[in-house]
């Protein structure tokens, strides 16, 4: 018989039971973004776990980036990619090189996987539904990096309201029609923040937020936001975490009750880090 029944292997079933119970009808707005989502079998697993979440009764807004895709484009047309904190400087060639390849490939992708696994879904950019407005986030004319202004998300809650996942590429528009290129992060904080959802989770390419920037085994699991200022103010939190974390702040400060940042090149990192106590990556809460 044991060789035909093993129910041991659903014993983690009474581990997750509270979290299931604790998460359904909540929302999650996740960014999935850095070097993981060039690798098509990790991004297939994400893709796979983000639609567990989903048929678990959590909603899911997913925002993305594609920094190394649009580096790679850049590289290819011969022109420099240039950033200032963690934050890429736009000009116009190069915005249309963003557009194009946030809208244009890895948004449809995206989609695409997640509809091939029985999972209804939606791509959309900031301009869609009059969902983001722009401004742009320098004094400098010829820099198209943007920032949020506003977000209206009925056309977010239209579409969870029908059970689909939104994905949305981190472009948007100002009143007048200029196109921006916005940081992923920043997008997904505000979406969260508009939401209020009960989780904004980072899925980058670094295992969190590290006392030690090459020691990945000072990984700080929990946080508060005196934690962050503390952090910041000896320059600990550096480079790419720098928007990421601002972006945690800014959510959390609006009523999001936690934001996260996770390993996304780690086998099932979402799942870790959502239903056990252990959890993977960083988590900041108020």
């Given at each position: ?10 014993s ?29 079998l ?38 420099q ?14 915005m ?18 997640l509809?091939?696994?029985?999972v ?29 202004d ?22 948007a ?5 200029k ?28 295992p969190?937020?590290?006392s030690?920037l ?14 962050i200022?503390?952090?910041q ?20 400060n ?24 252990q959890?993977?990556?960083?988590m900041?809460?108020?």
């Amino acid at each position: 018989m044991s060789n035909l029944l093993n129910l041991d292997r659903f014993s983690f079933l009474k581990d997750i039971l509270p979290f299931l119970q604790r998460y359904f009808g909540s929302t999650f707005v996740i960014k999935y973004g850095g070097s993981v989502i060039q690798n098509d079998l990790l991004k297939s697993d994400v893709i796979k776990d983000i639609c567990l979440l989903h048929c678990l009764g959590i909603n899911i807004v997913l925002v993305h980036g594609g920094g190394f895709l649009i580096n790679h484009w850049l590289h290819k047309l011969k022109i420099q990619p240039k950033f200032v904190d963690g934050v890429r400087v736009t000009d116009s060639d190069t915005m249309q090189v963003v557009e194009m390849v946030l809208t244009g490939k890895i948004n449809n992708e995206l989609v695409s996987l997640l509809n091939q696994n029985n999972v209804f879904s939606v791509g959309l950019c900031g301009k869609d539904g009059n969902l983001i407005k722009a401004s742009s986030l320098s004094n400098m004319p010829n820099n198209l990096t943007g920032k949020v202004d506003y977000v209206d998300n009925k056309i977010i809650n239209l579409l969870l309201s029908n059970k689909c996942i939104p994905v949305v590429a981190s472009v948007a528009s100002d009143f007048n029609g200029k196109t921006y290129n916005i940081n992923a992060d920043a997008v997904a904080s505000s979406i969260a923040s508009s939401l209020k959802a009960d989780k904004l989770i980072l899925l980058t390419d670094t295992p969190g937020i590290l006392s030690d920037l090459h020691n990945s085994s000072t990984l700080i699991r929990y946080l508060n936001l005196d934690k962050i200022k503390h952090l910041q103010l000896n320059n600990i939190i550096s480079g790419g975490m720098i928007p990421k974390v601002n972006s945690c702040v800014s959510a959390l400060n609006s009523h999001v009750r936690s934001a996260h940042i996770i390993d996304g090149r780690v086998k099932h990192s979402l799942l870790y880090e959502v239903f056990t106590k252990q959890r993977i990556g960083s988590m900041i809460v108020f």
